[in-house]
């Protein structure tokens, strides 16, 4: 059941990460309609010889449209009216009159839906990537922290295990007496100049009591026990 929810759970974020791409993809490389675009000068003179229908005004972009159909685009002065830019450059009221000026309301929500469909994915995207940069990081220390988190210290809480609980091993005890006298004493023998043990390796099939003399080297000792499944 857990493998089922992680997985669902992996598959609806690749899948959010798969359509923020596309959005972002799709508002960088979507085509558009191609217009050639004169400046507001050749504006004026097409408006003088007679060849423009109508020009509608979309803030500072023009959108042309000539007596045979053709469009163009253009785009006048900030803050200043069409009327006003052609006038200063040199048409009259007659030719003004002569074609169809349309100006379009500023949207009031048009400019904000672009900039969110543009911005959103960008968003989303990183966000997401985020997410699984946290999720890598996390899998990371969990990886390196293997073995840290799982060890069991046996203290004074629990029933002492000694020597004498273990039976039948009576060669292995007595090798492992310097052990418990070097817990015991260990400052005698640094003194001595001894080298500190590494370790002893307990070796055996499972059941033959490795853990349990391992325990009872401790008990002796009078030192914590901690275990660790190493598997």
Known sequence: MNVNNGWMKN??????????????????????????????????????????????????????????DDQFTSQKEQDVSIIKTLTELGVDQKELQAIDIEIK???????????????????????LLFFMLRQAQG????????????????????????????????????ELLEVVEFLKEPEKFVALGARIPKGVLMVGPPGTGKTLMARAVAGEAEVPFFSISGS
């Open 105 to 127: 309301p500023p949207p009031q929500w048009g400019g904000w839906m672009t900039i969110l469909g543009t911005i959103l994915p960008l968003v989303i995207f990183g966000g």
């Open 11 to 68: 598959g609806f974020v690749y899948f959010l990460i798969l359509v923020a791409a596309a959005a972002l993809l799709y508002n960088v490389f979507a085509p558009s309609e191609h217009t050639d675009t004169i400046s507001i000068d050749q504006v004026a003179t097409k408006v003088k010889e007679g060849q423009i229908k109508k020009i509608t005004v979309d803030g500072d972009e023009l959108a042309i449209t000539t007596v045979k």
């Open 139 to 174: 899998s990371n220390n969990q990886a390196m922290s293997f073995g840290k988190s799982r060890a069991r210290v046996f203290t004074g809480d629990k029933p002492t295990v000694t020597f004498q609980d273990v039976a039948g091993v009576e060669e292995a005890k007595e």
